[in-house]
Antibody, heavy 118, light 108 residues
């Protein structure tokens, strides 16, 4: 069965960086992309960007351009999302999700809470 | 426009039918997917494409689209359908995904 298992919760100070991992299993990793989505407390879902696990091509949401980097390690079927220059409004649950051309975003990780606080 | 707009909240009596809508210019070109999210849980895909349900999703969930509006219909709502629902599609450029503002469904 498809599973996406994310790294644990993080607490960071403003200005720091965070890197969240997402280990995929149960499917051919390089046949799909990975989208990253975040959800601030009590708020809706926000799409952050996408990476192709096949060739590493990326597409980032405009508001995060320059602060976010998405990468993959095909040898371990793991995707990573790094967010830099953290601010308090980056406090959110961060999700990775499998992204397919036909079905769109279909399977989700369990989420990683990132708290930015001084 | 890259926005997808949903009504903030709707309510439905147990066993009745509710329609949740999602409006946006990009929906004239792209289908919407729909996600159900319960408190403290990750979203779950319930509808994708023209009107497709992933395995395990009850057939009381259905999708449709007309013009700039996509709709998710729950026919015979159950107590366990109480959740937040989000639409998702591409923006007008086709290069980015965008989520709707979300609709909280209450089953009375």
């Amino acid at each position: 069965q498809v599973q996406l298992v994310q790294s644990g919760a993080e607490v960071k100070k403003p200005g720091a960086s965070v890197k969240v991992s997402c280990k995929a299993s149960g499917y051919t990793f390089t046949s799909y992309g990975i989208s990253w989505v975040r959800q601030a407390p009590g708020q809706g879902l926000e799409w952050m960007g996408w990476i192709s696990a096949y060739n590493g091509n990326t597409n980032y949401a405009q508001k995060l351009q320059g602060r976010v980097t998405m990468t993959t390690d095909t040898s371990t079927s793991t995707a990573y999302m790094e967010l830099r220059s953290l601010r308090s409004d980056d406090t959110a649950v961060y999700y990775c999700a499998r992204d397919a051309t036909v079905t769109g975003i279909d399977y989700w990780g369990q989420g990683t809470l990132v708290t930015v606080s001084s | 426009s890259s926005e997808l707009t949903q009504d903030p909240a709707v309510s439905v009596a147990l066993g009745q039918t509710v329609r949740i809508t999602c409006q946006g210019d990009s929906l004239r070109s792209y289908y919407a997917s729909w996600y159900q999210q319960k408190p403290g849980q990750a979203p779950v895909l319930v509808i994708y494409g023209k009107n497709n349900r992933p395995s395990g999703i009850p057939d009381r969930f259905s999708g449709s689209s007309s013009g700039n509006t996509a709709s998710l219909t729950i026919t015979g709502a159950q107590a366990e359908d109480e959740a937040d629902y989000y639409c998702n599609s591409r923006d007008s450029s086709g290069n980015h995904r965008v989520f709707g503002t979300g609709t909280k469904v209450t089953v009375l």
